[in-house]
Nanobody
Framework: QVQLVESGGGLVQAGGSLRLSCAAS????????MGWFRQAPGKEREFVAS????????AYADSVKGRFTISRDNAKNTVYLQMNSLRPEDTADYYC???????????WGQGTQVTVSS
């Protein structure tokens, strides 16, 4: 079973940047799509960004387009989320997830907290 470990969260002022990392265990990282999700206090978990196995297909939530960039390094079994121009509404716990063979997101990390102060 894959293990996903997120890091890079923290406290940042509005307009600042953070880069989240998600390190995956196992030797099959490169064949699966990956994604980032977030959950703000009192809200449901929402999709942020996804990337396919090669990095050739990427999708973003409208709320982060133009500000966030997802990428991956298959040699390092790691997926990244570069977050620029952060806003207070970006405050949430951020989770990475791996797609299953069926295409759904079925494996989750423990999350990393991002707090954006105004």
């Amino acid at each position: 079973q894959v293990q996903l470990v997120e890091s890079g969260g923290g406290l940042v002022q509005a307009g600042g940047s953070l880069r989240l990392s998600c390190a995956a265990s196992g030797r099959t990282f490169s064949i699966y799509g990956m994604g980032w999700f977030r959950q703000a206090p009192g809200k449901e978990r929402e999709f942020v960004a996804s990337i396919n196995w090669s990095g050739g297909s990427i999708a973003y939530a409208d709320s982060v387009k133009g500000r966030f960039t997802i990428s991956r390094d298959n040699a390092k079994n790691t997926v990244y989320l570069q977050m620029n121009s952060l806003r207070p509404e970006d405050t949430a716990d951020y989770y990475c997830a791996r797609r299953t063979a069926a295409g759904a997101f079925g494996s989750w990390g423990q999350g990393t907290q991002v707090t954006v102060s105004s």
